[in-house]
Each structure stands twice: as C-alpha cells, then as structure tokens.
C-alpha cells in the first residue's frame, strides 16, 4: 500500500552510553493513527546519540519506501537530532557527520519535516529500540 503521508516516531537506546545500543522506530498512518510498521536496529557498541539517528535513519527508510511521492514527518525526543537535522545546529562530532549525510541522502528532494516532542510522547519508538537489545537482532515488522 502507498501512502501519501506518513509520521515517524524514531528514538535510541544505549545501555551503558556508550554501550549496547540500538535505534528504533515506529511508521503510523496520521490519518488513522495506526502502526503500519516499526523496526529496531542494533548498533555494536555506540552512544545514544548514534543511536537515535540510526533509529530516525531506519523509519525514515521504512517510511519513504511507503510514500515515495508523500511526505513524511519525524518525531524525537532527541533536540539534537530534531536540530541538526533541521540545519539550525551545527554538526561537529564526525560519527553524527556521517549519520546526518546518509539521512539527508536517503531523503533527496522529498518533503520530510522534524519534531522535537516530549520523552513520553514517544514510548513506542524506545520500545522498539530496547526490544532489538533484548532480541540482539535487527528487526523490521510490517
């Protein structure tokens, strides 16, 4: 199925940080609400913030793939991703360098917008983060 809008939920979990970590992500449909798909990826030994934007890397991926002519928008508890990914903050750690290039890649000219919500606004995408750490595999479940 394709849609014209979807939203991302994407956090990171880092037991440890650094630690075990993973990112992880949830796709709704807004106009339903529903879950269409959510995935967690491991990242070896990272800090949470690689690990949010594998997450925010792996929705987005899921997400765009599903609307490929649609927008998509992110949601994170993660300001630092929410404002690099914006352009408002500089990026000066080459891990995150490396990580905003690929989105912005996987992105190209397509509409995709970010928020920074509340920690408990976003329960879904840390459950699907902590589930690939309890799991120790990636996963992605349509």
């Keep these: 199925m394709s849609y014209s809008r979807l939203v991302v ?19 709704l449909d807004p106009e339903t609400g529903q879950v269409v798909a959510k995935a967690g990826v491991l990242c070896g030994h990272a800090s949470n ?8 890397i792996e929705g987005l991926d899921i997400a765009l793939a599903m609307a490929p002519e649609g927008s998509v928008h992110v949601r994170m508890d993660s300001k630092l991703v929410v404002e690099q990914m914006s352009g408002r903050w500089k990026i000066k750690h080459p891990d995150m360098q490396d990580l905003a290039r690929a989105a912005r890649e996987l992105i190209g000219s397509r509409s995709v917008t970010f928020e920074w919500v509340p920690r408990e606004e976003n329960s879904r995408a840390d459950a699907a983060a902590n589930a690939a750490l309890d799991r120790g595999e990636t996963y992605r479940e349509h």
């Design 9 to 27: 939920e994407a956090d990171g979990a880092s037991r440890g940080n650094p630690g075990a970590a993973a990112g992880g992500a949830v796709v």
């Design 49 to 56: 913030n690689v690990a949010e934007y594998r997450g925010m």
